[in-house]
């Protein structure tokens, strides 16, 4: 886990490495970054946004898991359900590119974020009835709200720079947005687990048929992983349903936590917004 000597040895060693990096940046002549570009409160409003956003995108990967595992839908039909997401993107990005110019990047940003928390929120409430129907304006406003909040965010962010340096704008949003996106997936991977995990093992400890099992046995039960079902199959009829029953109510549990803390940092961003874009002195209009 993220406790582990070996875990936070690297997370050592990256911030080392990071401050270091900062120091040699500072000094040189022609910076591989120029931080400088955080300075402009627009940017670095758009920067967090980017980050955070695809932050919470993490959860959503695993979206297509859960459909699959504990809904018990098929490969493609769970594809189907992630693909509905991308439609509004077809239709929307238009219309916040319009919101934009007419009012600020503030209008479709702000717009977009609530839509993505909305998705989340919807998500959290119903995701237990197992119905593409029931999960459909969460898919549709998710695409939505991103659409709406990322693509304002890039516009601006990129034309609230000088030209010159629009390249290295540029190269920064991509960076946040990778790194925003490889961080969530671990981030939220581990939330599930661990969580999973801790309910798991409290419910085969209610049990004395099953208090003496070690938890780690059965991991990747759902997805039919080979040694977690040896370990089941071992078992007696009224221990499979138990720990058949804890499982699933784990991992439903730690879908149900992962989402709620993407959602969290929806909600982050969104008070970011409204702080920084709030001052008179800070214009949320793109340059032209």
Known sequence: ?????????????????????????????HPFLD???????????????IFLELFATGAIIFWAIYFQY??????????????????????MAPVGGMLMDKYTVKVPTITGLF????????FIVFFQKGSILWLLPSLLTLGWGL?????SAYAAGITTVPNKMRGMA????????????????????AIIL?????????????????????????????????????????????????????YFNATEKSFLIANIFAACLVVISIIWVLIRCKKKKIKCKSKS
Do not use: C, Y
Not at 21 to 29: D, E, L, S
Not at 207 to 212: E, G, N
């Open 194 to 246: 661990n969580v999973e995990h801790i309910f798991f093992s409290k419910d085969l400890e209610k049990s004395k048929i099953t208090s003496s099992l070690d938890p780690t046995t059965f991991d990747g039960l759902l997805a039919k992983a080979p040694k977690a079902v040896d370990a089941f199959n071992k078992l007696s009829t009224s221990a499979q349903a138990i720990v058949k029953q804890a």
């Open 70 to 91: 504990l809904l018990n839908f098929s490969p493609s039909k769970a594809g189907f359900a992630m693909l509905i997401s991308s439609i509004p993107i077809i239709f």
């Open 1 to 29: 886990g993220f406790l582990s000597p070996a875990i936070i040895l690297l997370f050592i060693f990256a911030i080392v490495f990071f401050l270091f990096f900062i120091v040699v940046t500072k000094k040189a002549k």
């Open 35 to 49: 931080f400088s570009l955080f300075k402009n409160k627009l940017f670095s409003v758009v920067s967090l946004i």
């Open 115 to 122: 839509l993505t928390l909305f998705s989340f929120i919807w």
């Open 147 to 151: 659409t709406f909040s990322l693509t």
């Open 170 to 189: 540029t190269g920064i949003f991509g960076t946040l947005r990778n790194a925003g996106r490889s961080i969530g997936f671990a981030v939220v991977g």
